[in-house]
């Protein structure tokens, strides 16, 4: 097994490995390199069957229900989720369970090709300056989300250390995303939007962003809390068909998360 880096701050490429072939040893080594590149590329060529993806990510943690009882779901470009324009993200910021471990496998791909664009937290926080890390270390950031495209949902709110801690390695995060940040608490207003956007400026420096360039089969594994992710342009269906086959790791399901999210909700309209 060779890893090959992708790009200066984060994220490889294994190669000579055959995945349905790999040893304990192999998986052993795969964990330490996620937990080193926080995202990792494997381009065998070859299709995987959801079963075979759900094994694949279990290497690295539980695999959780999507809600409709199966432990993988697809992204499809026919519906909105899967076509949109997103911002830099990170799966369900906005809850007290971020999902921890991403998987997609890219299934049906357009002619003309599609990308995914990444950024690396633990690179964003190393990479600032000491006296703004001394500053921001000890806030703590809102993240928010309320869904333009599912209806039903409630209003989902979370506080997080704006320095997370990864919970494996320990590493610094600047855990703040454009799509989903909402304010700094320790500051006012004006000063949390000033500050964020210094953060973002930085975080999503052109040359912080790898772009994957995606090729039919690839799978795509990375660490949720570490790296941030973009469609950076939106996957028209008049372009060709784009389906990526995905499965999560997680402690909470998505239905539990949902479950919670209402209860906040209600629990913050009751007076004071």
Not at 131 to 160: C, K, N
Not at 204 to 217: D, G, S, V
Not at 239 to 244: L, P, Q
């Amino acid at each position: 097994m060779l890893i090959r880096p992708l790009h200066p701050n984060f994220g490889a490429e294994v190669l000579d490995l055959q995945l349905e072939a790999a040893t304990p040893q192999d998986i052993d080594t795969l964990r330490a390199a996620l937990d080193e590149h926080q995202l990792l590329l494997f381009r065998n060529g070859e299709s995987l069957a959801p079963e075979q993806q759900v094994e694949i990510c279990g290497w690295f943690g539980p695999p959780v229900d999507n809600g409709d009882g199966r432990l993988w779901s697809m992204l499809r470009n026919e519906e909105a989720a899967g076509r949109i324009k997103l911002p830099f993200h990170a799966d369900f910021t906005y809850t007290d369970s971020p999902i921890k471990i991403i998987s997609l496998h890219a299934s049906e791909l357009p002619p003309g090709g599609t990308s995914t664009s990444f950024v690396s937290g633990i690179h964003g926080w190393a990479s600032l300056p000491l006296e703004l890390q001394t500053r921001l270390a000890p806030m703590t950031l809102r993240h928010r989300h309320v869904s333009a495209i599912t209806t039903g949902l409630p209003e989902f709110i979370a506080d997080h250390p704006l320095r997370k801690e990864h919970p494996r390695s320990g590493r610094p995060i600047l855990f703040a995303t454009e799509y989903h940040a909402h304010r700094i608490l320790e500051l006012d207003l004006e000063e949390s939007d000033a500050i964020l956007s210094r953060l973002f400026e930085h975080l999503y420096a052109e040359q912080h962003i790898y772009t994957h360039r995606w090729q039919l089969h690839d799978l795509m594994i990375w660490d949720n809390l570490a790296v941030q992710h973009a469609r950076r342009e939106a996957a028209e269906l008049s372009a060709g068909k784009r389906a990526v086959q995905r499965v999560v790791v997680n402690e909470m399901t998505y239905p539990e998360l949902v479950a919670r999210a209402r209860q906040q909700q209600e629990q913050r309209r009751q007076p004071a």
